[in-house]
Nanobody, 122 residues
Framework: QVRLVESGGELVQAGGSLRLSCAAY????????MGWFRQAPGKERELVAV????????SYADSVKGRFTISRDNAKNTMYLQMNRLKPEDTAVYYC???????????????WGQGTQVTVSS
């Protein structure tokens, strides 16, 4: 059974930076695509960024391009999201996910973490 554990979310001022981590337990995920998704209150879960199994391909939501960077370390079974120049509209619960397909569609991902709260104050 796969367990994904996110960390790194906290309260930060607009313009600041955060680094989220997603550690996987129970199975090596080096053959899985992984991604970050987020959900703000009253809104649907949306794509932030996804990365393929070897880290060679990525895709980002337009709203975070140029500010966020997704990466992974398969030796550590861990994925990261570096978030720079944060904006109040980035406030949400951030979830990591893993799946067999490299896709931007959340429903296609098989495993999900519990989420970590990111709050950006203006």
């Amino acid at each position: 059974q796969v367990r994904l554990v996110e960390s790194g979310g906290e309260l930060v001022q607009a313009g600041g930076s955060l680094r989220l981590s997603c550690a996987a337990y129970g199975r090596t995920l080096s053959s899985y695509a992984m991604g970050w998704f987020r959900q703000a209150p009253g809104k649907e879960r949306e794509l932030v960024a996804v990365i393929n199994s070897n880290g060679g391909s990525t895709s980002y939501a337009d709203s975070v391009k140029g500010r966020f960077t997704i990466s992974r370390d398969n030796a550590k079974n861990t994925m990261y999201l570096q978030m720079n120049r944060l904006k109040p509209e980035d406030t949400a619960v951030y979830y990591c996910a893993a799946g067999v397909l490299f896709t931007t569609t959340p429903i296609r991902y098989n495993y999900w973490g519990q989420g970590t709260q990111v709050t950006v104050s203006s």
